[in-house]
């Protein structure tokens, strides 16, 4: 009698072959390529001077970041960022109805003083500084945590400047690069407000991952829908509870899947608004990059919030000359907007590279570097070494242009294919 033997084909795949689909499903999505790589492969190039900007795709333009009307809140309290304090708490959502009239502030020559500020739930009055909590609000209420927001609220008038940081969990610098900014700012010399969001993804910062617990890129999901999925909605509550509400917005970025990124500005150079405002980075190189959609730098600007992304080193680490150079570009930025005051000595201007491509390898194997982040480089110049570890065999990474290293992978094994050197070509600013 023969027995039947189970049809493995049709059979259900067991427990252990579950996890390893799901392991190998988490190693592709980690091995994805980041805006750092594709933003600018897919850039829409540099036009000239005068010509017609086209809307991108997926994108819906609006004239001016619209602000709600000011609600009263409750007044927040005046606290010194440099001392150490307890955790924020996140703020009840106001009520509407109950709102009572704001009489008008009477005109004065000279500065003009600034106003209460209102955001998630609070007054923040001028002169003072505080710590406020945002919460996208889709956490188990039990287990929900609030991301601490930091608010320098000046004497004066001004601009309000955002700063966000770790909207990549995996990237370390941007939270020092804001701590010191906004623990340095004093409001009583201050003219305008900055609001700092150190860690933004806070569940991927917890993690050490890159990613949001769905296992989504948050940069690709603004400026988010408040019934999508869990990114677009954590997106949507940042983006309209805190973003528009700025005039001005730097976010913060490193390089990622093991790649540094020399300190620069990613930015819209096809928009004269965009492009003026990068002049007030001291000592920041400049890449043209349109932007993707679904990116907060694309979403902020689209709504006319003047927005830059400042990449700076390599994700999982703190590098203090990287940190300086941010923390000395936002001071540059704000001493040229007119917010401080300072003795500031500015360098030499950084080139715009207008023009820049990744350079690939085209076998797999170990990745060996012949040049460092910042070098000069020349056409047909050996940039690096794949070498394969079975066979022995060498072979050349070579330059596709005269340039600069401004971004690169550090040494570590890679398949072919993979983005191994960004390369800047200098340019001029039409019309200088």
Request: aromatic letters at 4%; glycine letters at 8%.
């Amino acid at each position: 009698m023969m027995l039947a033997l189970p049809n493995l084909a049709q059979a259900d795949p067991p427990a252990d072959s579950n996890q390893a689909a799901a392991s190998q499903e988490i190693l592709l999505a980690e091995l994805a390529e980041d805006e750092s790589v594709a933003d600018v492969e897919q850039s829409e190039p540099r036009r000239k001077t005068g010509q017609a900007t086209a809307p991108k795709a997926g994108s819906t333009p609006e004239i001016a970041a619209p602000k709600p009307a000011p609600k009263p809140k409750k007044v927040a309290p005046n606290i010194d960022l440099k001392e150490v304090a307890p955790a924020p708490t996140p703020e009840p959502a106001s009520k509407p109805g109950n709102e009572e009239p704001v009489a008008p502030e009477p005109e004065v020559e000279g500065p003009k003083p600034a106003n209460n500020l209102a955001l998630l739930g609070s007054e923040v009055l001028p002169g003072t500084s505080t710590r406020l909590a945002w919460s996208s609000g889709i956490q188990i209420a039990g287990l929900s945590q609030p991301t601490p927001v930091l608010v320098v609220n000046g004497v004066n008038a001004g601009p309000t400047l955002c700063l966000t940081g770790t909207i990549h969990g995996d990237e370390l610098n941007g939270i020092e690069i804001i701590r010191q900014t906004m623990y340095d700012l004093d409001p009583e010399k201050l003219t305008g407000s900055v609001v700092g969001i150190p860690i933004v993804n806070l569940p991927g910062f917890q993690q050490g991952s890159r990613y949001l617990p769905d296992r989504r890129d948050l940069n690709r999901h603004f400026p988010g829908r408040p019934n999508g999925s869990l990114a677009d909605r954590i997106a949507h509550s940042l983006f309209d509870k805190i973003i528009r509400h700025c005039d001005m917005l730097v976010d913060i970025h490193t390089g990622s899947l093991k790649r540094t990124n020399l300190p620069q500005l990613r930015a819209d150079m096809n928009n004269p608004t965009v492009a003026e405002f990068t002049r007030g980075f001291d000592r920041m190189a400049v890449v043209h990059s349109s932007g993707s959609p679904g990116m907060l730098r694309t979403a902020a600007v689209n709504v006319g919030i003047r927005t830059v992304t400042l990449e700076a080193g390599e994700s999982h680490r703190i590098q203090e000359h990287q940190i300086d150079a941010g923390v000395n570009s936002l001071t540059s930025l704000m001493e040229k907007q007119g917010m401080i005051s300072r003795m500031f000595v500015w360098g030499d201007p950084q080139p715009v590279y207008y023009n820049s491509a990744w350079v690939r390898a085209d076998h797999g194997g170990i990745l060996f570097s012949e040049v460092k982040l910042g070098a000069k480089v020349s056409e047909g110049q050996v940039l690096g070494y794949i070498a394969d570890p079975i066979t022995n065999a060498q072979y050349p990474i070579h330059s596709s242009s005269n340039g600069r290293i401004i971004g690169m992978a550090v040494d570590q094994v890679v398949m072919a294919g993979f983005a191994a050197y960004h390369i800047g070509t200098e340019a001029k600013v039409p019309g200088e």
